[in-house]
């Protein structure tokens, strides 16, 4: 029994891994932000329908996990020679299982987007997370392709109107994109022992600066947290320098939370922007026990 009960909470925790289940508090806090923007554009119009909003969150949380299990499906002939470490080359998750299981996830919300008139933009994630599963051992596919799957995510939240003014969603969503493309490209060089590509760590800054800078009459508390980000990426930068590879990427996919408490402070939205910021510790913990990368 007890062999039994060790093989059980070891195939979860090779679950958990190959979902990165670590960086789920990232997509929480984009959605926190999803909902900032909402509250913003529709004023005292806006109301909050948990059932509905909590259900929408899980299936982006759901499309979140199974692009994950795809991802390493799709790349278990390649991670069995560079990472045999890894569940599916290991032996321990069977490949057509993880392929039914992410399928299946995704089939799932589908359903439900298309049966929802105001969740419709779950069908464009999936989508997505398709073309990323399939085509992201293409460079700039992947790079594209991931900035989408994370933009979209402020987007579905925020459900804007056909008569609303969406300038504001668009910004964000571009800025969360571009975080997203110079992360992807980070990490397409993460185990390349070549640090001259360091210095793209500080691009993670644009985004959330020009979100200061553009809403700055509005709330000048920004440059909080604008600081506290600009601090961490350069302690990423640090990490990339000195060959800290896994290290830095966790810094970086940790500075999602960051990057949604800064762009929720711009808009004075200060519970959620504390929200972000627990997600942000909460990741932290999380990425010591099951790595995110």
């Known amino acids: 029994m007890g062999d ?9 925790a090779d679950w958990f891994g190959m979902m990165r289940i670590s960086n789920a508090p990232t997509v929480v806090s984009n959605i926190l932000v999803g909902t900032a923007i909402a509250i913003t554009m529709q004023s005292k119009y806006w109301t ?16 979140y996990f199974a692009g994950m299990i795809l991802n390493d499906a799709f790349d278990a ?7 045999p470490d890894r569940p599916i080359p290991s032996g321990l998750i069977p490949r057509s299982l993880a392929w039914v299981a992410g399928l299946t996830l995704l089939v799932a919300v589908s359903v439900f987007g298309i049966g929802h008139g105001s969740a419709n933009g779950l069908v464009l994630l999936v989508l997505a997370v398709l073309l990323y599963t399939f085509l992201h051992r293409w460079f700039i596919f992947a790079l594209i392709l991931m900035a989408i799957c994370r933009g979209l995510v402020y987007f579905i939240v925020a459900n804007p109107s056909t ?18 493309a110079v992360l992807t490209f980070i990490g397409r060089f993460e185990n ?10 500080w691009l993670l800054l644009l985004p959330p600066a020009y979100a200061v800078c553009a809403y700055l009459p509005n709330s000048w508390v920004a440059y909080i947290p604008l600081a506290y980000i600009a601090y961490w990426v350069r ?7 000195a060959g800290s590879k896994v290290t830095g990427m966790h810094r970086i996919l940790s500075g999602f939370c960051l990057l949604d408490c800064v762009l929720a402070t711009s808009l004075e939205q200060y519970l959620i922007a504390g929200l972000c910021l627990i997600c942000f510790f909460i990741t932290l913990v999380l990425q010591r026990r099951i790595l995110g990368t």
Do not use: E
């Open 235 to 241: 302690l990423a930068w640090l990490d990339f320098k």
């Open 48 to 63: 909050l329908n948990l059932s509905y909003d909590l259900f929408l969150a899980t299936c982006i949380l759901v499309v």
């Open 4 to 12: 039994n009960a060790t093989r059980t909470i070891s195939k979860t």
């Open 163 to 180: 008569d609303s003014d969406i300038s504001l969603l668009i910004t964000f969503c571009l800025a969360l994109a571009f975080y997203t």
């Open 77 to 83: 002939k390649r991670d069995k020679k560079h990472r």
């Open 192 to 201: 390349n022992k070549n640090t001259a590509l360091s210095w793209i760590t």
